[in-house]
T-cell receptor
Framework: GENVEQHPSTLSVQEGDSAVIKCTYSDSASNYFPWYKQELGKRPQLIIDIRSNVGEKKDQRIAVTLNKTAKHFSLHITETQPEDSAVYFC?????????????FGQGTTLQVKP | NAGVTQTPKFQVLKTGQSMTLQCAQDMNHNSMYWYRQDPGMGLRLIYYSASEGTTDKGEVPNGYNVSRLNKREFSLRLESAAPSQTSVYFCASYRATDTQYFGPGTRLTVL
């Protein structure tokens, strides 16, 4: 069945370092890959997304890369700041889905130490 | 434009009680979803509604029912609450070529 594996489950970095979170998916027809950030006690919010016809997308300090052959995609955060501390979820939408249904990874708790 | 709204924000129930969680969106989205989030378990889909008049089971539907009242509203009902249903519940909505937008969540405790 559809599945998304997310690693690592926890990540601790020093302020200013980079952080990388990786997700692997199983559905070769998947065509949409969003990343959500969830701060403590808040709702998940979209921070960046990528579609299957693009290999990389950047937005200031965050970037997402997609390797369709290997079926994995990664979130890269550069020059991390304490406010980047949160839980990050990757997700994928299957190519056969016209319902918008997303399959989520288990989440990565990122801690940025000042 | 409020986006996705949920009521109530917090609720405490006793085992066996029933309640309905309300969700509404004002973005004219066709699809709506209910998730539960437990510590360390990520977001698990309970039910979804691809369009007005349709509902489908997600990953963890047991113990829940849903109603897509109209295009704006999608409710989740617990008929006989159990402690295992203690969780944070998120509603989300979606429009084609866009992404899912989440409501603020309902924190439910079942004693």
């Amino acid at each position: 069945g559809e599945n998304v594996e997310q690693h690592p489950s926890t990540l601790s970095v020093q302020e200013g370092d980079s952080a990388v979170i990786k997700c692997t998916y199983s559905d070769s027809a998947s065509n949409y890959f969003p990343w959500y950030k969830q701060e403590l006690g808040k709702r998940p919010q979209l921070i960046i997304d990528i579609r299957s016809n693009v290999g990389e997308k950047k937005d200031q300090r965050i970037a997402v890369t997609l390797n369709k052959t290997a079926k994995h995609f990664s979130l890269h955060i550069t020059e991390t700041q304490p406010e980047d501390s949160a839980v990050y979820f990757c997700a994928e939408r299957g190519g056969s889905s016209n319902t918008g249904k997303l399959i989520f990874g288990q989440g990565t708790t990122l801690q940025v130490k000042p | 434009n409020a986006g996705v709204t949920q009521t109530p924000k917090f609720q405490v129930l006793k085992t066996g009680q029933s309640m309905t969680l309300q969700c509404a969106q004002d973005m004219n989205h066709n699809s709506m979803y209910w998730y539960r989030q437990d510590p360390g378990m990520g977001l698990r889909l309970i039910y979804y509604s691809a369009s007005e008049g349709t509902t489908d089971k997600g990953e963890v539907p047991n113990g829940y029912n849903v109603s897509r009242l109209n295009k704006r509203e999608f409710s989740l009902r617990l008929e006989s609450a159990a402690p295992s249903q203690t969780s944070v519940y998120f509603c989300a909505s979606y429009r084609a070529t866009d992404t899912q937008y989440f409501g603020p969540g309902t924190r439910l405790t079942v004693l």
